[in-house]
């Protein structure tokens, strides 16, 4: 379960105003696409939601309990430019994603631990397509193989929560469309609730159970920081709802 509460949050930095009276109440399992102009607090909220940053005010809660201030196992991130590291294999890639999880000091897994992790690490890979590339490292895979392997890290941990950062936005669109198989072939299977900036609102439209977009509501020329985004449309995709709760 991943039910999502977010009651009055705003989110300052100094001499701006980020993000104001946002109020939500997602389902479990909802795939929720957020689209609003460049700068309008997006990302933000995405790093609110992965523990990064914390709210100004109002409070965020996932099942009911208030989010920890960082970052945890319950929430997965992927991001537009590839967070895969350079120096590792595919392999090690996928498998350092559970480390970080299991140990975030100590990192690295041993015996019995380290062969369990291996052998989820292989499941994931053949989820996403990429077992035969294992050995491969980053700069030997395509752009779409790069997202898929960034997208194994954050499965390994079976996260309740993805959160993804325009991850198609470098991709062709021969590639997009296969990605988006697999992100709703991969939504269906760990039954997860996924959060995913986009700028193609056609993206949003396809793939999303409800589109979120922000935007101001109050805008002061002389004083731009002065009033924050909030969300204005929240749109539930009732057809999409409905086959979900089918599934
Ligand atoms: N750590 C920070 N300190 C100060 N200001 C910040 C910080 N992080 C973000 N901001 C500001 O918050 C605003 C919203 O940024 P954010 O990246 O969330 O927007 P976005 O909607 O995701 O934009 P884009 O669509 O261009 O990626 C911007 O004006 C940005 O400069």
């Not at 319950?74 to 430019?81: I, K, S």
């Not at 700028?199 to 924050?228: C, M, N, S, W």
């Amino acid at each position: 379960m991943s039910r999502l509460s977010v009651r009055n949050v705003w989110k300052e930095y100094p001499g701006q105003v980020v993000l104001e009276r946002l109020s939500l109440e997602i389902a479990s399992g909802e795939f929720c696409a957020l689209v609003g102009p460049s700068g309008c607090g997006k990302t933000t909220f995405l790093r609110m939601l992965l523990g990064e940053e914390s709210p100004t005010r109002g409070t965020i809660e996932l099942d009911g309990k208030p989010l920890v201030a960082e970052p945890g196992p319950d929430r997965g991130v992927v991001f537009q430019r590839y967070s895969v590291f350079p120096h590792l294999t595919v392999l090690q890639n996928v498998i350092i994603g559970r480390e970080f999880e299991r140990s975030p000091f100590l990192g690295k897994l041993f015996g019995a631990k380290r062969r369990a992790a291996e052998e989820e690490a292989e499941e994931v890979l053949n989820e996403v397509g990429l077992s035969a590339h294992r050995a491969k490292y980053p700069a030997e895979l395509s752009g779409g193989m790069q997202q898929r392997l960034a997208i194994s890290q954050a499965l390994i941990r079976k996260p309740k929560v993805l959160l993804l950062d325009e991850p198609f936005g470098a991709l062709d669109a021969g590639t997009k469309s296969q990605m988006y198989e697999l992100l709703l072939r991969l939504w269906a299977e760990y039954k997860m609730s996924i959060f995913m900036v986009t700028h193609d609102l056609k993206e949003g439209f396809t793939l999303a159970t409800r589109v979120l977009a922000f935007d101001k509501v109050r805008i002061d020329p002389q004083a731009p920081g002065a009033y924050g985004a909030t969300v204005t449309y929240n749109l539930p995709l009732e057809d999409k709802i409905a086959a979900m709760a089918v599934a």
